[in-house]
């Protein structure tokens, strides 16, 4: 498995600002993904986190409202642009791992962030 | 294609009763199916996880019965516990490479003594 921690832990942000949560990881990894999570909903996927290149996002979610940075194999950073107050969630960074004896990735999340904006 | 049905949204169980939650999916690509359990304030914990080849996985008091033909599987607790009482996600996606998962809605057991 993997040991993530994420920062911060949670957060109150006023309208019309940004902030950025960081992810890091305890090994090096090759996949990072970053999703949101409303309060009692399910997890939906933002973006997947590319070491070198640009995030690949998926439908609904665009760089310049969640800019990603993966500088390195352990680290990276989600920025919440612009906030409103539908932002308020829980953002929460994943890694995948490839496990040998199985042959298959297996998803790890970190505690999340939780995010209120007024 | 890509979407993930699971029931109940909420599930009350008598401490020492069995809970089952059941999942659905569309895409007979997926070939991995793991679910996680996540508890007031942390991110979710992979719990158990199953492919295709198989149709039942147990691990203590968790097991996992898995239909191909009807593109279905669903997470029984054994001897239910309080402790158990967190939303379970099941979740599909593929075994190969780095892909995402695809989460369902998520089901929220109370675990009552």
């Known amino acids: 498995s993997a040991v993530i921690s994420q920062k911060p832990s949670r957060d109150i942000c006023q309208r019309g600002t940004s902030l950025t949560i960081q992810c890091q990881v305890d090994s090096q990894v090759t996949m990072m993904f970053w999703y949101r999570q409303q309060p009692g909903q399910s997890l939906t996927l933002i973006a997947t986190?590319?070491?070198?290149?640009?995030?690949?996002?998926e439908s609904g979610f665009v760089i310049d409202k969640f800019p990603i940075s993966r500088p390195n194999l352990t680290f990276s950073t989600l920025t919440v642009s612009n906030m409103s107050p539908e932002d308020s969630s829980i953002y929460l960074c994943?890694?995948?791992?490839?496990?040998?004896?199985?042959?298959?990735?297996?998803?790890?999340f970190g505690p999340g962030t939780r995010l209120t904006v007024l | 294609q890509q979407q993930v049905k699971q029931s109940p949204q909420s599930l009350i169980v008598q401490k020492g009763g069995i809970s089952i939650i059941n999942c659905a999916y569309e895409n007979t690509a997926f070939d991995y199916f793991p679910w996680y359990q996540q508890f007031p304030g942390k991110g979710p914990a992979l719990l158990i996880a199953?492919?295709?080849?198989?149709s039942e996985k147990k691990e203590g008091r968790f097991t996992i019965s898995f239909n191909k033909s009807a593109k279905q599987f669903s997470l029984h607790i054994m001897d239910s516990q309080p402790g158990d009482s967190a939303t379970y996600f099941c979740?599909?996606?593929?075994?190969?490479?780095?892909?995402?998962?695809?989460f369902g809605t998520g089901t929220k057991l109370q675990v009552i003594p």
């Open positions: 199953i492919r295709p080849d198989v």
């Open positions: 986190a590319n070491q070198g290149s640009e995030a690949t996002y």
């Open positions: 994943s890694v995948g791992l490839l496990r040998p004896a199985g042959g298959y990735n297996e998803q790890f």
């Open positions: 979740a599909a996606g593929h075994s190969g490479g780095y892909q995402k998962v695809t």
